[in-house]
């Protein structure tokens, strides 16, 4: 018989597997995406690694919708940016004045509130005193009651030679809202001529003479002759009661005490 073959024993090794540790994770939970690595040969036969973003579920790593939102507002924010300012509206100023003073306060501007602002007066005088004193002195005044003064070319040639001889241009109402028909009276003689001598913009360049007809005297011809007299110049409107006209948000408000 062969010699026996030594019994061959068979050991099972028993491994124990260290436990995984995680950290700021919970069953269930999903595991954060893994970017994908790209590599590509170069020529000397090296590999150039590049790391490529992944995306979770098809989605990409930056929501598609903030995009957009942040998109839009920064539209938004560029369209207030470029709208123009919204123009600030001045409030007419308002002074009382002593009945005496009315004359200084016209015709040399004592106070300095004619030609130191961009305002015109409007005057309220309920005792309707002012009126009857400005009838005897160099003024150009148009009743608005009077018919025929409120012709559109009566008060075409009262307006010039007020610019053209330095002189008040008196406006009375006579207690009657009567901005719209002048308006319209002025818009006759020249469109938007209003608001020209409401801004002043009347007295500038040369604009008095765009209301010069060919028929007018020669005096009113030349305009070099105006340069002396305009800073003299006034639009004054005229009331007898105290309440709100188309004047009063255009003009400054003078009370009559």
């Known amino acids: 018989m062969g010699p026996k073959k030594a019994p061959t024993s068979t050991t099972k090794s028993s491994t124990t597997k260290a436990p995984i540790k995680t950290t700021g994770t919970k069953t269930g939970t999903s595991k954060a995406p893994v ?27 930056k929501n598609d919708a903030s995009k957009v939102e942040e998109t ?3 539209m938004e924010k560029a369209r207030i940016d470029a709208a123009p300012a919204e123009k600030k509206i001045e409030k ?26 961009n305002w015109w007066p409007y005057i309220v005088d309920t005792k309707d005193i002012a009126g009857r004193f400005l009838l005897v002195r160099d003024v150009n005044l148009i009743n608005s009651l009077d018919f025929k003064a409120m012709d559109a070319e009566t008060i075409r040639r009262s307006l010039l030679g007020a610019i053209r001889f330095g002189k008040p241009f008196v406006f009375d109402i006579m207690g009657s809202d009567m901005y719209k028909t002048l308006d319209e009276k002025f818009e006759e003689i020249l469109p938007g001529l209003m608001q020209m001598v409401l801004d002043r913009s009347i007295l500038k360049d040369d604009n008095y003479m765009k209301i ?14 105006y340069d002396a007299f305009i800073p003299r110049f006034v639009f004054v409107v005229l009331n007898n009661v105290e309440k709100p006209t188309g004047f009063t948000d255009k003009m400054m408000t003078v009370n009559i005490e």
């Open 92 to 117: 007419p100023p308002v002074h009382s004045i002593p009945l005496k003073r009315i004359a200084n306060f016209l015709f040399d501007d004592g106070d300095g509130l004619i030609q130191g602002t």
């Open 72 to 74: 839009t507002a920064a």
């Open 212 to 225: 010069v007809k060919p028929t007018d005297s020669d005096e009113y011809q030349n305009k070099n002759e």
């Open 35 to 61: 970017s994908k690595i790209s590599t590509t040969a170069t020529k000397s036969g090296a590999t150039k690694t590049t790391t490529v973003p992944s995306k979770k579920d098809g989605v990409p790593a």
